[in-house]
């Protein structure tokens, strides 16, 4: 009896010390904020703590901007907590967190409410000192100002780039490179052309695909050769990976080309349109 009364207190002493490790990467993060930076940090802390650690990663390309529920292990890591699963938690950093102040008011209120050991760094976050939940509350703020200011510059920067017909990733079929700037692709643009003909002549766009796929003709990410495309669906978050060799034409890729507006001329990016070469009339 008092055997497993014993290994019930061990039981419940590691829930009570267990210790959260969240780590997240955005986009814009540098590469000395790697998951990989971040998770050995956070061990480092647990083992200092001589703690078990449970780790939450959001994982990469997931913005401190996100809601919530757009963030399905900090969504998680607050459920624990309030499960009582989770009473001390450790992110590198506050922007780690968030780089949103409504989320971090959220959070923070779960945390205190539910007595959660808050730690930014090796720094334990003090819920009792005014100065501190003050200061907490500015450095969220400048987060989220730091956060949009670089959007508004990186978007200002790509409507000048596209305003001057420049290109910077996988362009459209049809178009290619030429010295950074956006060019007709003569071979990809007879199978535009044909692409509308045989629409007009009307075949359905699954039809279309079918007949590409049998020509052997390749796709744009064919011709790319290596690498992958990961996929993440909207609402369930599954990732899918796949191979760029092993995409082939599908009615949605026609269709997105018969009703883009870069094939008559009027490149759409950020809402406006701009001046580019047509391809169609």
């Given amino acids: 009896m008092w055997g497993l009364i014993n290994l019930c207190y061990i039981w419940l002493s590691k829930i009570h010390t267990m210790l959260a490790i969240y780590t997240r990467l955005s986009k814009e993060d540098k590469d000395s904020t790697s998951i990989k930076n971040q998770t050995r940090e956070g061990k480092a802390f647990a083992s200092k703590l001589k703690t078990d650690y449970k780790l939450y990663d959001e994982g990469e390309g997931i913005s401190g901007g996100a809601k919530i529920k757009d963030r399905p292990k900090l969504d998680s890591l607050i459920k624990d907590i309030v499960s009582g699963q989770i009473k001390a938690v450790w992110f590198r950093h506050q922007n780690r967190l968030e780089r949103d102040t409504e989320t971090y008011i959220i959070f923070m209120r779960y945390a205190e409410s539910n007595e959660i050991d808050v730690f930014f760094d090796d720094k334990k976050f003090d819920f009792n000192n005014p100065t501190e939940n003050v200061m907490g509350v500015i450095f969220s703020t400048f ?15 790509l409507k000048d780039n596209v305003r001057e017909g420049k290109v910077w990733s996988v362009v459209a079929y049809g178009y290619k490179s030429d010295n950074g700037y956006l060019a007709i692709d003569e071979d990809e ?36 050769g290596k690498g992958v495309i990961k996929r993440i669906d909207k609402e369930s978050k599954k990732v899918t990976i796949i191979r760029t060799k092993d995409v082939n034409w599908g009615g949605s890729a026609i269709r997105k080309i018969i009703t883009n507006t870069l094939y008559k001329g009027k490149r759409k990016f950020s809402g406006e349109y701009y001046k580019a070469p047509a391809i169609i009339n």
Avoid: F
């Fill in 189 to 224: 643009a007879l199978i535009v052309k044909g692409i509308y003909k045989d629409s007009l002549n009307g075949i359905g766009c699954d039809k279309i695909a079918e007949i590409l796929n049998k020509r052997g003709v390749l796709t744009r990410y064919n011709k790319i």
């Fill in 143 to 157: 987060n989220q100002y730091s956060r949009k200011m670089q959007s508004y510059q990186t978007k200002k920067t």
